[in-house]
């Protein structure tokens, strides 16, 4: 079953609860904190509660993964003052040790999507980092080398953990985070030549299988567009800083759901 991460006897900042009340979700991925970062993002978790009423992380949060770098996303995070939910991304696993991260991170209060789903005021809450291997007639498929079937497998079993993430969702209206991207339209400005390693369309194949997914939310293509939809109309927006930057000065988007 899928976890309510409010203690209902404390309702948090900005949040009414109430049936059918829409509710504001902020989204911002690849903050990328270095371990010699200066408390490069208080203002975002200080301000974002005044916009929103959940923050989702959409992973590459560090540059390698690093315990310093994490110690110092910690320092700006804990200022947040609404409910978040994660994904990590594929710079947190270049160190070897993203377990060790998530558990930083849900020490932190970080409600992070590895196989999990939650509950937040009757809105669901779904995801994970999602995988690599191209969209529609070009995805790559399982075949040929050994090789790379493994890798078409691995694609696979981390679409599989998406899914069970959403089907444990009992919600009318739910969010699904990723960082890979799931739409060639939100890759689209990146090199061509690399659209393949931005994300993949298993991922959206996957949420189409579920009618109450309300909005998709990752990072990643740093270059990349603001915007797309799956092939049965699901609105997927990609959060990666570079990206909002070229929006507007607000350091994450702010959608209503």
């Known amino acids: 079953m899928a976890e309510t991460p409010n203690d209902p006897q404390t309702p948090q900042p900005g949040l009414e609860p109430g049936p059918g009340r829409k509710m504001r979700v902020a989204a ?11 408390r490069a993002y208080r203002d975002l978790f200080e301000r974002v509660a005044d916009d929103a009423d959940v ?8 540059n390698y993964g690093k315990t310093g770098e994490v110690e110092r996303l910690l320092e700006d995070l804990r200022l947040c003052r609404i409910p978040m939910v994660g994904v990590l991304g594929n710079h947190e696993h270049e160190c070897g040790q993203p377990d060790h991260v998530v558990q930083m991170l849900c ?8 196989g999990q789903a939650y509950e937040i005021d009757g809105v669901g809450f779904a995801g994970g980092k999602g995988f690599v291997g ?12 050994d090789s790379i079937k493994r890798f078409v497998q691995e694609a696979v079993e981390d679409a599989n953990l998406i899914e069970n993430s959403i089907r444990m969702l009992r919600t009318e209206r739910s969010v699904v985070l990723l960082h890979y991207a799931p739409v060639v339209e939100t890759v689209i400005g990146e090199p061509p030549e690399i659209h393949a390693f931005l994300g993949s369309s298993r991922l959206a194949e996957t949420i189409d299988r579920y009618d109450n997914v309300s909005l998709v939310v990752h990072g990643h293509a740093h270059r990349g567009g603001p915007e797309g939809r799956t092939h049965r109309g699901v609105p997927v927006y990609n959060v990666a800083l570079p990206v909002l930057r070229t929006l507007g000065d607000l350091p994450y988007r702010v959608f209503e759901v």
């Open 28 to 38: 911002v991925g690849d903050l990328h904190v270095g371990e010699t970062s200066q």
């Open 55 to 62: 923050l989702c992380l959409c992973g590459d949060l560090t």
């Open 107 to 114: 020490d932190a209060g970080v409600k992070m999507l590895t």
């Open 134 to 145: 191209g969209f529609g007639r070009y995805m790559l498929s399982s075949f040929g080398e």
